[in-house]
């Protein structure tokens, strides 16, 4: 079958284009031509600089009780409401952009690190190298998260904002590289066998260099894929450590604790739970759809 | 036995048809009511948690038990007479009780029953502080001997139990589970386990199934002593998820549920739901603890003060309480005999709050240690009293408190450790007794005294009232304790929480108590 | 192929025990104990002891350790529950992990049967309207939590509709391998299935789609359409095919949540299974069935990666096993 097929591309062409110009410079411009591509960037930047800024955008502090009026739907001077301290949603949502987005991009950052280049030893050296840290991803999908995450909390007794968060990075990324890793070595298995990765080897390539200018760009795809929908766990799962005693700790809002925090209310003040949600799901709309564009952009057959 | 046939055909055609919403017909004498988690145990003796106590005082019983007023009551337990010295309790057991398997209850069914409870075996957490009272319980719990001396069985329906000294509270620890009174012959077949079918009680109600994670089901005790129960079946699904249950109770699929206090409110809008509604008092008081120990801030009184002038109380009651449960000034909670309508308010004063801090040496607050306030997501209310604590003494004493949210084993064995020198935490009486939060809670020494508080008199007050025989008098001088450590803030108490249910108009005679619903035997469903 | 699929059985042993070794020492540093939990609100010094010596908590960590191997690798007990009436926790995992595995499955079916044709239908529209209609949908089941969007059917569908049974798991009990389960009927399992699902069904289609995009790029399938095969001869005898081989190992991955996320929806929808026995026992520092719980993850981790691999090879030749070499 795919085996039987002859590229229509021969691998000289493949590469002189690829040296002729910068592959970046080629993948922003088209990235620029694409609506989506743009709308999605934009609402990122603008989230961003929410985050980044939020002490000057934000109405109130996001500690500020106004217990004469909690629980309210919008109004005095709370223009998307309060929760049942009498705080301002929208200033906590502001503020909770900070700690939702860090974790999610940092998180995300080091899953796909560790993710990576695990995956790819595994992939490309084989053997014992594939056999051993396969198995270790086995282990991993069996380890108790939760556990681990208790035991941080005993051994840091985290008492400042600024260990609290340390530990959320650890116990969060741990989790998630085995997936990643498990992904990447599975592409690169398939890549490993392909013709253009053979004419490589052939032609004397190192290693890394197999890895990164012939399997990494191709598996781009994928990663893209699992990174932007991871984005949306990453960010709900802080919620569950700040329940264990780990994580970002209250008054300070993030997304995730502001949307199970709003749970008990769902009968009685469901724009407490809404509000939270539609920023999480614009970020990872945002993130998903900016995602697709970029894989495209980056696509060398989609060049004109 | 008409009905049963009846119930068994409908039960046949119900299962594989459609869903069965408002099929009232299989269930006229059925109450069903969601138990809010997984049973912890079917032993009595190793259970500390309120829902599984509820569960289980349906099957067993004590000795003596809490009645609809609080007060103790007589239940396997006819009459009985106390020694002059009050060191001699002689019980005279109801004549003619069975036990679920048939046989009647004799004198030495409790006898082994607090021995079993007793032995390091059996594994319970609790039995050895509720049974303390008696001659020889530390033999038995340490597992030097089998036999408990204290408890001697004179005839058939006598037991005689000795105690090291007067102890004016004995019968209210003796109504808590580690006194109930189990079958000793069906327990030994279950090799001293208490399972399914150990389950043998002399309550009202007898197991008759339990499917893990899925449901309990109690069927009614025919040949109850206290007369054949009205229901036939109590049916107690497993329902963890609070809004679960509260929409199995709107779609009919339960008769009773428990309500969380936001719900409450909002309950009380729908006309159908509020006349449903039905808030409960709990022998519970909610408290802030400020660790007095060695080197601690709080070791000096006038920073306890100040802290508890500069914490608006009526705030936490109002906001974090939903101005639903009672704001606190003394331990002991409204219904428990000794609560004290008339107990000295410590009152929010913020001017006066920052004269005293700056008395004891911290003017503005400079120079005071940065502390942590820890609660646990138990207790929802917590975390917003602890979000309004934060901000008070920021507000009135200048001070930043970090607020850390614990799980709960981390939470208890810190507390237990008295690693927590500033944290939120609630009390359950385990009895209705002033004995069970004052020295309990704050005596020199004690076990659960987490804050380290010591003051002498306050002892003395104590040690008399759990001595005094006399009610009115024990009570006044508990009273007297408990306004002595309020003065000092020993704990800052915050409120009384309540909680709140829903219960279907048909659900007619239920009773209950301070604790907890009571056992169902005069329940029924109406028509 | 005889000899890999022998050694990676072989090579289970060393990861289970990695996995057993880990986790016993997890529970024994951690902060809490079972007793403390027992004990409650209560605290006595001398019950903790004695307690603690009762149930064996105050021999050195490598006796503990070590007398547990020697009880599962000898007699398969995996000790006592601490908890729920100190049951066998293999007789726990045997009663409640059918239930569990029955949803997990009826999930995985609901998220391929929906998430694979959603991916390949968006990636054939590729940046149209339905793409994006598909795909915003399918992000908008990543990004609601379980515990929002369960509750959310529930009030529609139970108690504003009246079509389903707001929670439950009743039916018919069937047996399976010596296994007890309960089939619920379909009243039952519309719901927690759904919720499950969605996100396992949401992450298949984005994959799908992207992979799918892939694929339709490849020179192969150009060639194929130039020879003027018909697309759909096209679509289904080559692209899909290749298009499945990355979604291989997210289905993998996927299962995984499956088993290990149900602890939210078995405890919104009141199923017995053994996700809220797996949180409940952490919390409770419940080590035995902290234990069991996670061998069992990685057993079903080790057997379901090892027929991912084995399904790799099968869909692409090229993909050889290091065994067999």
Redesign the interface.
């Known amino acids: 079958m795919a085996t039987e097929m002859t590229p229509d591309v021969s691998l000289e062409t493949l590469v002189s284009r690829r040296a002729s110009s910068s592959p970046w410079s080629d993948a922003m411009r088209r990235l620029r031509r694409s609506p989506v591509a743009l709308l999605s960037g934009c609402l990122i930047l603008l989230m961003i600089f929410i985050a980044v800024f939020a002490p000057l955008l934000a109405p109130h502090a996001y500690d500020a009780q106004d217990r004469a009026h909690t629980l309210i739907n919008s109004g005095n001077g709370h223009a998307l409401g309060t929760d049942n301290l009498g705080q301002d949603t929208l200033s906590r949502l502001s503020y909770g952009a900070r700690v939702s987005l860090s974790v999610g991009l940092i998180v995300e950052a080091i899953e796909l690190f560790i993710g990576v280049s695990l995956g790819l030893l595994a992939a490309y050296k084989g053997g014992l190298w594939d056999t051993i840290l396969m198995r270790v991803t086995d282990a991993m999908f069996a380890f108790p998260d939760l556990l681990f995450a208790i035991l941080l909390v005993g051994i840091i007794r985290p008492t400042s904002p600024a260990s609290s968060f340390l530990t959320v990075f650890v116990a969060l990324a741990l989790v998630g590289w085995p997936g990643m890793a498990r992904l990447v070595r599975g592409q690169a298995l398939a890549l490993r066998e392909k013709e253009y990765v053979e004419a490589a080897r052939a032609t004397g390539v190192s290693g890394w260099g197999i890895c990164t200018r012939h399997l990494l760009p191709n598996m781009l795809s994928p990663i893209i894929v699992a990174l932007t929908v991871d984005i949306a766990g990453i960010i709900m799962a802080e919620a569950t450590l700040s329940f264990l005693g780990i994580g970002i700790q209250p008054p300070f809002p993030s997304w995730g604790r502001m949307i199970s925090d709003a749970r008990p209310y769902l009968r009685s003040q469901p724009m407490l739970l809404v509000y939270p949600s539609i920023a999480l799901a614009s970020v990872v709309l945002a993130f998903n759809f900016f995602g697709d564009a970029l894989r495209d952009a980056l696509d060398p057959r989609l060049r004109q | 036995m008409r009905r049963a046939v009846f119930c068994l055909f409908m039960l046949c055609i119900a299962v594989p048809g459609c869903v069965r919403r408002h099929d009232t017909a299989t269930r006229m004498d059925v109450l069903r009511y969601p138990i809010g988690a997984e049973p912890s145990s079917l032993d009595p003796v190793t259970i500390t948690d309120p829902a599984t106590i509820e569960l289980l005082r349906n099957i067993y019983e004590g000795l003596v038990r809490f009645d609809e007023n609080n007060q103790v009551a007589p239940s396997l337990a006819e009459k009985w007479d106390i020694s002059p010295d009050g060191k001699t309790y002689t019980f005279h057991l109801r004549p003619g009780v069975k036990f679920h398997n048939d046989r009647e209850l004799a004198a030495s069914d409790v006898k082994w029953s607090f021995e079993r409870s007793l032995w390091p075996d059996t594994k319970s957490p609790v039995a050895a502080n509720y049974l303390a009272g008696i001659v020889g319980v530390e033999d038995v719990a340490s597992g030097k001997r089998r036999d408990l001396a204290g408890v001697s069985i004179p005839d058939l329906h006598t037991v005689v139990i000795r105690l090291k000294a007067p102890r004016g509270y004995f019968l209210g620890e003796l109504a808590y589970n580690t006194g109930w009174i189990y079958c000793r012959e069906a327990i030994e077949k279950t090799g001293g386990r208490i399972e399914q079918e150990s389950s043998i009680g002399t309550g009202p109600f007898k197991l008759a199934g339990y499917q893990h994670g899925s449901k309990v089901i109690l069927d009614a005790f025919a040949e109850y002593w206290g007369g054949r129960p009205k229901l036939a079946r109590i049916e107690r699904p497993i329902v963890i998820d609070p809004q679960t249950a509260h929409v199995k109770f709107e779609n009919g699929e339960v008769d009773l549920c428990d309500v969380s206090l936001n719900d409450y409110l909002n309950d009380e809008k729908s006309p159908v739901l509020k006349p449903q509604l039905r808030l409960i008092p709990q022998p519970a008081v909610s408290y802030l603890a400020m660790g007095e120990a060695e080197g601690q801030p709080f070791r000096d009184k006038r920073i306890r003060l100040a802290f508890a002038q500069a914490i608006d109380r009526d705030a936490i009651q109002a906001t974090a309480y939903r101005g639903i449960s009672p704001r606190a000034d003394g331990l002991l909670p409204p219904g428990l005999p000794g609560y004290d309508t008339g107990f000295p308010k410590i009152s929010y004063d913020p001017a006066a709050a920052k004269r005293l801090f700056t008395e004891a040496g911290y003017p503005e607050g400079k120079g005071f240690p940065s502390i942590v306030l820890v609660y646990t997501q138990k207790a929802p209310e917590l975390g917003a009293a602890a979000q309004i604590i934060r901000d008070n003494l920021k507000q009135n004493l200048g001070l930043s408190v970090d607020l850390q949210e614990r799980e709960s084993a981390t939470f208890l064995s810190d507390a237990r450790a008295k690693k927590l020198p500033f944290h939120l935490n609630v009390w359950y009486a385990d009895y209705l007794d002033p004995q069970n939060f004052l020295p309990t809670l704050l005596r020199t020494g004690a076990a659960v005294n987490r804050v380290s508080y010591s003051n002498l008199r306050f002892d003395a007050l104590c040690d008399q009232a759990d001595r005094e025989h006399d009610p009115s008098k024990r009570i006044a001088l508990y009273q007297q304790a408990d306004r002595l450590a309020m003065s000092e803030a020993a704990l800052l108490p915050l409120a009384y929480p309540k909680a709140a249910m829903l219960i279907k108009p048909y659900v007619k005679g239920l009773s209950m108590n301070l604790m907890s619903l009571l056992p169902h035997r005069k329940t029924s469903i109406g028509h | 192929m005889f000899t890999y699929i022998r050694n990676r059985i072989l090579?289970a042993i060393?990861?289970l025990l990695?996995?057993s070794f880990?986790?016993f020492f997890?529970?024994y540093?951690?902060?809490?104990?079972?007793?403390?939990?027992?004990?409650?609100?209560?605290?006595?010094?001398?019950?903790?002891k004695?307690?603690e010596?009762?149930?064996g908590l105050d021999r050195p960590p490598l006796v503990q350790y070590g007398s547990f191997v020697w009880g599962a690798v000898t007699h398969g007990d995996l000790g006592r529950s601490f908890?729920?009436?100190?049951?066998p926790v293999t007789q726990?995992i045997a009663?409640?992990f059918p239930t569990t595995a029955f949803l997990a499955l009826m999930s995985m079916l609901a998220a391929v049967a929906f998430g694979i044709p959603a991916g390949v239908l968006a990636a054939l529209k590729h940046?149209r309207l339905l793409d994006?209609a598909t795909?915003?949908f399918v992000?908008?089941m990543?990004?609601?939590?379980a515990?929002?969007f369960a509750?959310?059917l529930?009030?529609y569908f139970?108690?504003k509709l009246?079509?389903?049974?707001?929670?439950?798991?009743?039916?018919?009990e069937a047996s399976f391998l010596g296994l007890k389960l309960i089939v619920p009927?379909w009243?039952y399992l519309i719901m927690p299935m759904v919720v499950l699902a969605s996100r396992p069904a949401?992450?298949l289609a984005?994959?799908m789609r992207?992979?799918m995009?892939?694929t339709i790029?490849?020179?192969?399938i150009?060639?194929?359409n130039a020879k003027g095969l018909s697309p759909s001869r096209v679509l289904f005898k080559?692209a899909l095919?290749?298009a499945f081989?990355?979604v291989?190992?997210?289905l993998?991955?996927t299962f995984?949540f499956l088993l290990t996320g149900s602890f939210v929806v078995?405890?919104?929808?009141?199923?017995?299974?053994i996700g809220?026995?797996s949180?409940?026992s952490?919390?409770?520092?419940d080590y035995p069935v902290?234990q069991g719980?996670?061998?069992l993850?990685?057993v079903i981790?080790?057997t379901v990666?090892l027929v991912?691999d084995i399904l790799?090879g099968v869909l692409?030749p090229?993909?050889?096993y290091?065994g067999a070499k």
């Open positions: 090579l060393p990861t990695a996995v880990i986790t997890l529970g540093l951690s902060p809490g104990s079972p007793i403390d939990i027992m004990l409650g609100q209560h605290s006595d010094p001398a019950r903790v004695q307690l010596h009762e149930y908890g729920t009436g100190q049951r726990i009663e409640q940046n994006r795909m915003g992000l908008l990543v990004s609601t939590p515990f929002v509750p959310l529930m009030l139970s108690l009246g079509w389903f049974p707001s929670s439950g798991w009743e039916g018919q009927d009243q949401a992450l984005r994959f992207s992979s995009l892939e790029r490849q020179d192969y150009r060639t194929a080559h095919k290749n081989l990355p291989l190992t997210v993998g991955n995984g078995e405890n919104i929808f009141t199923i017995p299974g809220y026995q949180v409940q952490i919390l409770s520092r902290i719980v996670a061998l993850v990685a981790f080790i990666n991912v790799y692409d090229r993909v050889r290091e």
